[in-house]
């Protein structure tokens, strides 16, 4: 008989794919600046901004968040969907970024749509006309019964994955460079998941001034391949 947790691991794995169809490819998040400019310019400070990233932001922000929308989710609480939602949304330091969340939220949106039947009922629990990507990768993670551990880990694999794809266009790094930073920054992933678990709401939150600034250059950049 078939393991039952490989069809969660099927999931995990699609919402997770470079090929999901949300346009998250043609966003760096401010990487291109940062390139741009040679604050990022080899493996090594390559490593430095992404990690920086992963444990500044994204690990005490997106996924405790998500963490709480998928609860939310689960006992149908349309007010904390929003709240979170909302939570996010203003949390997105520049214009740049907050295009980045909604755009491919929206596109998540549709595409869940079309992929579950069953996917429209948890949407009409979150009524605002702006949803972060967050938000719509925690519904479905919850409509798919995909554990937390499991959710969280994906969604920054898929932000590694994402950003590396980027730095190996950009600064060019070669394939085999790529593929042992995936490596070894992706051994770290499982203490960042149980960092955001276990994160109390008060310390919910976080702050990248060098982030935040090289998106807001960004929106000005001359020549540039990515939209962020």
């Known amino acids: 008989m078939t393991d039952p947790a490989l069809s969660k691991l099927n ?6 794919s470079a090929n999901l169809p949300v346009g998250s490819f043609t966003f760096s998040q401010g990487l291109e ?3 741009e400019s040679q604050v990022v310019t080899d493996v090594q400070s390559c490593e430095q901004w992404i990690q920086s990233a992963i444990d500044e932001s994204i690990a005490v922000q997106d ?22 939602n909302d939570y996010l949304l203003a949390s997105r330091e520049t214009r740049e970024l ?26 009409a629990l979150l009524n605002r006309p702006e949803v972060s990507y967050c938000s719509a ?13 499991s959710a969280l880990y994906g969604f920054v ?6 950003q590396l794809a980027a730095a190996t266009k950009l600064i060019p790094l070669g394939q085999t460079d790529n593929q042992t930073l995936l490596l070894r920054m992706g051994d770290r992933l499982d203490v960042v998941v149980d960092r955001a678990l276990e994160l109390p709401d008060q310390d919910i939150g976080g702050s990248l001034f060098s982030l935040a600034l090289a998106s807001s250059w960004h929106e000005t950049q001359y020549s540039r391949l990515f939209r962020s």
């Open 11 to 16: 999931r995990i794995l699609q919402l997770a």
């Open 33 to 35: 600046t940062a390139i």
């Open 63 to 84: 996924l405790p968040v998500i963490k709480r929308m998928m609860a939310a989710t689960h006992h149908r609480d349309s007010e904390q969907l929003n709240y979170w």
């Open 98 to 123: 907050l295009l980045t969340d909604t755009m491919t939220g929206k596109a998540l949106l549709r595409l869940l749509r079309s992929l579950d039947d069953g996917f429209c009922e948890l949407e």
């Open 137 to 149: 990768y925690a519904m479905a993670a919850a409509g798919w019964h995909i554990p937390y551990s």
């Open 157 to 162: 694999w898929a932000y590694l994955d994402a």
